[in-house]
């Protein structure tokens, strides 16, 4: 058994295991959630300090479990020494950033979900970094982006915080659907989705002549995460987050979840001119607008977010060079970076929580005050801005050895070194800023707190890291290679250069451009400190030059502007011409082929025909041509015959022997047509037209025989293709697969259910997910829908039943309303336990005979829909514990968690098995553990069902005014 391969699973899934214990605690027991995510970032970094040692020895480590293997996608985790590095930073920072948070969040905030969230983050970006196939890449690169939207948001309530997190959101989201079509096309390419067959295929890769649409498009993944430009401008928006995310998600985590895309896939994808142009010109625009916007900031986490912009910048540009060097600096870079960066965000956070403003304007002074704190934020600017002696000037240093070099013989290469050192120079004056506007002048007046050090546990993390700044600035070679070797040469291979770290290499130009930047970056803020202390925020010239607005303007001419264009030119108020354009072009999608190869209808031949069959389906048709007819006329009257259209048709699926289609569509023609029902009484009143045949024009005329005729073409083709279908002899299918195996495989001898719960599981998971989806959907529409003016009057049956209770003193209104459903109100409620039973029998039986989790899910609502017509929804949620929401996250739980336990012993997801149980007196039980997935299909279908239920019935209860409190669902109300 290979113990460090089995450690890779728990690397990734231990983290995410926390944030559901996490989620799961009360909300006012943060210091419980702080010590459990410390000890699950503590296993991961003891996990990844154990598999170092493997890694170096063995070069990758692997573990693997098919999905599907016939297409070469497994859920696969590979660990090689690039992963490691980012497991090991993300680990490491992680638990340091966790012991910071313990303290930095305040006890009234709900201290879990954020420890919660933060876990989740971790396991989405450790299951990136150590995926081993490009589609569970993509999956977890769009779960960083969602989870990161949730850690941004965090403080809600914040207007800025929501903003910062639905622009991240959109940013990097829409920049990872186009890396999930790169990431296909690279798998087209290579013919796999294995990373190591794609690691091995890089002059494949480069010579295709998809090479330029997968380049730009995972760059667009790439970029967009790590905020290169154009992309740049979410990040200092996302500063609204809490501070700990901003340590965690902006030096080791999210942004270099972008860097780590392109060191990834340098081995197969640099080198081209292609790679050259695309990401040196976007590193080397980001590196210096980044520097040269984060000397205007007058938020301390403004600065550092265009100084991280600034800085990952750096990272592009040297691996856009092409250079095996310069991805060594980039590596590098990368890891100091992280720990100087972490750090800083630590220190500002200290400040913000000691003195209540981040405003650089308002402090000053702060040494005399906070001198622990102040020293080690003014090493962690210092390795920022490149001094000697500090890890930052080591890897800056290796930047200017290879910004001097030349690579391609063009403009961009011979600008590069004059750009490196201005922004270089900038990165200075924002570092000096930094220290001595915070830290050095005369004491600050009206802060909202008397700055103080924080406690000692506080200031830890900040010290530690700190700490490996200097130690790697001064000894790189003990501290650093070893590990910075392991990383370079699992990118690298057999093409990694002779690289060194020493600290002093001589009189050389680099040294010369790093004393140029340093230097002038002193006299550059000497210079601009009298601006800088009575400007605007915002750099002179470009200030009006913002990303937000940009984006916002974006948005609003998208979602607003044109939307309501379209709209206008494409829609109207009224259905049947929505329902004629999706008619026709229905119409047209499935002629044109058909037509174009040659479609021939077969002949009809009339035989065999059963009269009574026959007298079924025409009264079947009468309903359904009555129910068209008098849509337009009367609801009700249409409601009902199309409730006998689909009675007929469950009279037809037990005439051709299909009696578990008979009976799920037989309980899913009671549950619609009640809910259609309770949702007719709030629909507005038709638009009225003229209908008298003396009264209509010409016009009306031409538009119901166009009507009429697209309805006759769209039925006459469903008819010819299905007749069809049906008369010619059929080719080899499946379904003798499944009538052999059912039984032998499943355990059960009902086909359709074993084939629902067993064979295609995983579909069967897709659909009640959608169903969920639905469900949550139509409740969020009903919850802020008003009914209009003319539906708020009560039916005239009512409205007569109410007067004549306001006649009689002896009576109070609704009186009639209670005597009319007395008798009938007493047969429904004590419906409840018989249907109660009649859904776990339909439960029970349905591995063998006609049922299911399904059938039993939607038997069970119509009890709780007999419950609400005969109380009503006072009356019931008086009494009855409902949660729709509840069963609807159980009934997913239960159902993945059936799929994850066959995993869990070897076997593909959703793989079932089944055994005869003996039990005393009775015998031998069949009993499958396809059982336990369908209950989750049971729960989550009576959830969504009920759920749908109880929205419609609150309208009857609900205030016509949008401010009314919302329904409570579940014991909770919900707004």
């Keep these: 058994m290979d113990i460090a391969a089995l450690l890779l699973p728990v690397l990734v899934f231990a983290p995410l295991a926390g944030s559901i214990a996490a989620i799961c605690l009360p909300s006012r027991q943060g210091t419980e959630a702080a010590w459990l995510s410390g000890l699950v970032a503590f296993l991961c970094l003891g996990i990844s300090v154990f598999l170092y040692l493997q890694v170096s020895h063995r070069g990758v480590i692997t573990w693997q479990m098919d999905w599907i293997p016939q297409y070469g996608l497994n859920l696969k985790l590979r660990m090689d020494g690039l992963s490691w590095m980012f497991s090991g930073l993300i680990s490491a920072i992680g638990l340091l950033v966790v012991v910071y948070a313990r303290y930095y969040m305040s006890p009234s905030d709900p201290v879990p979900r954020f420890f919660s969230l933060f876990l989740a983050f971790m396991s989405a970006m450790l299951g990136l970094v150590l995926s081993g196939n490009l589609v569970l890449m993509a999956i977890f690169w769009e779960m960083t982006s969602i989870v990161s939207f949730l850690l941004i948001g965090y403080w809600y309530q914040n207007a800025q915080a929501r903003d910062g997190a639905r622009m991240a959101l959109t940013i990097t989201a829409t920049g990872g659907l186009c890396l999930l079509v790169g990431l296909m096309l690279i798998g087209h390419i290579v013919g796999s989705y294995d990373l190591d067959a794609v690691l091995a295929s890089g002059d494949a890769i480069r010579n295709h002549p998809l090479y330029l649409v997968a380049l730009i498009l995972i760059l667009a993944g790439a970029l967009t995460k790590s905020a290169q430009f154009p992309f740049h401008f979410w990040l200092p928006h996302a500063m609204a987050a809490p501070t700990p995310v901003s340590a965690f998600l902006h030096s080791a985590t999210l942004v270099k979840a972008g860097i780590f895309l392109l060191t990834r896939f340098w081995p197969v994808m640099a080198g081209t001119d292609a790679w050259f142009w695309l990401v040196g010109l976007a590193g080397l625009t980001t590196l210096l607008l980044g520097a040269y916007f984060a000397i205007f900031q007058h938020d301390l986490k403004g600065l550092l977010a265009y100084s991280t912009i600034s800085h990952l910048g750096l990272i592009t540009v040297l691996l856009s060079l092409g250079s095996p060097v310069a991805a060594v600096a980039a590596i ?128 830890l993390p900040v010290e530690f890291l700190v700490l490996a700044c200097l130690i790697v600035g001064v000894v790189p070679s003990l501290t650093i290679g070893p590990m910075l070797h392991t990383a370079v040469t699992a990118v690298l291979g057999a093409e990694t250069p002779y690289y060194s770290l020493a600290v002093w290499h001589g009189w050389n130009l680099p040294l010369f451009m790093s004393i140029i930047a340093l230097v002038g970056g002193v006299l550059l803020y000497v210079l601009m400190k009298p601006y800088l202390a009575n400007s605007v925020e915002g750099p002179p010239y470009i200030r009006r030059l913002e990303g937000q607005r940009i984006f916002e303007r974006v948005l609003v001419t998208l979602s607003w ?35 174009h190869r040659g479609f021939q209808p077969a002949e009809i031949v009339l035989r065999g025909i059963d009269p009574a069959f026959a007298f079924v389906w025409l009264i079947g048709m009468a309903c359904a041509v009555g129910a068209a007819w008098q849509a337009k006329f009367h609801r009700l009257a249409a409601l009902v015959l199309l409730g006998g259209a689909g009675l007929i048709t469950c009279i037809t699926f037990v005439w051709l022997s299909a009696p578990d289609l008979a009976v799920t569509q037989l309980l899913v023609e009671i549950v619609t047509t009640v809910l259609i029902l309770l949702g007719l009484r709030w629909l507005p009143k038709r638009i009225e037209q003229a209908t008298k045949p003396e009264e209509m024009t010409f016009g009306v005329r031409l538009r119901r025989l166009r009507d009429f005729l697209v309805a006759v073409a769209c ?50 998971f897709g659909e009640i997910a959608v169903l969920c989806i639905v469900a949550l959907t139509v409740f969020a529409l009903l919850l802020r829908f008003r009914p209009a003016s003319e539906s708020l009057e009560k039916p005239e049956q009512q409205q007569v039943q109410n007067a004549y209770d306001d006649r009689h003193p002896d009576r109070a209104k609704g009186d009639s309303v209670s005597d009319y459903l007395f008798v009938p109100a007493i047969l429904m409620r004590w419906m409840f336990p018989v249907i109660g039973m009649l859904a776990a029998y339909l439960f029970f039986r349905g591995h063998d005979l006609p049922g299911g989790g399904f059938a039993a ?4 609502s119509i009890g709780f829909i007999l419950q609400y017509m005969a109380g009503g929804t006072r009356w019931v949620e008086e009494r009855l514990r409902i949660h729709p929401l509840r069963w609807m996250s159980i009934g997913l739980l239960v159902c993945s968690a059936t799929g994850l336990g066959s995993w869990a012993l070897g076997y593909p997801f959703l793989t079932s098995t089944s055994h005869y149980l003996h039990l005393p007196v009775i015998g031998d039980v069949p009993l499958a553990s396809a059982i336990l997935f369908d209950l989750g299909v049971f729960s989550l279908v009576l959830g969504a069902t009920v759920l749908i239920l109880i929205a419609l019935a609150h309208q009857s209860v609900r205030a016509p005014r949008a401010h009314i409190r919302a329904p409570r669902v579940g014991g909770k109300e919900v707004s």
Excluded: C
Excluded at 725 to 754: C, D, H, K
Excluded at 857 to 860: E, L, N, P, S, V
């Design 332 to 459: 590098f870079h990368t890891l100091n970076h992280a720990t100087f960066k972490a750090s800083l965000f630590m220190a500002a956070g200290i400040i913000d929580h000691e003195t209540g403003t981040r405003d650089i304007r308002r402090l000053s002074g702060l040494f005399r005050y906070m001198p622990h704190t102040a020293t080690l934020a003014m090493v962690a600017s210092a390795s920022m801005a490149g001094v000697p002696l500090l890890n930052g000037f080591l890897s800056k240093e290796m930047f200017f050895a290879e910004a001097i070099e030349t690579h391609k013989v063009n403009l961009l290469d011979t600008l590069t070194p004059y750009v490196a050192t201005l922004a270089s120079l900038f990165s200075v004056t924002y570092s000096v800023r930094f220290i001595h506007s915070v830290f050095f002048g005369p004491p600050p007046r009206d802060l909202p707190k008397i700055p103080h050090e924080p406690v000692r546990w506080m200031r």
């Design 715 to 764: 039925g006459l083709g469903l008819t010819l293709i299905s007749y069809t279908v049906m008369t010619r002899q059929m080719p080899g299918t499946i379904s003798s697969f499944f009538l052999e195996r059912a039984y032998s495989e499943g355990g059960g001898t009902n086909v359709v259910n074993v084939t629902l719960v067993d064979f295609r599981g995983f579909d069967t």
């Design 857 to 860: 899910g939607i038997a069970m």
């Design 561 to 595: 502007r044109w939307a309501r264009l379209i709209e206008a030119k494409a829609s109207t108020r009224r259905l049947q011409p929505q329902l004629r354009i999706l008619a026709a072009v229905s119409l047209l999608a499935a002629a044109v082929p058909l037509l």
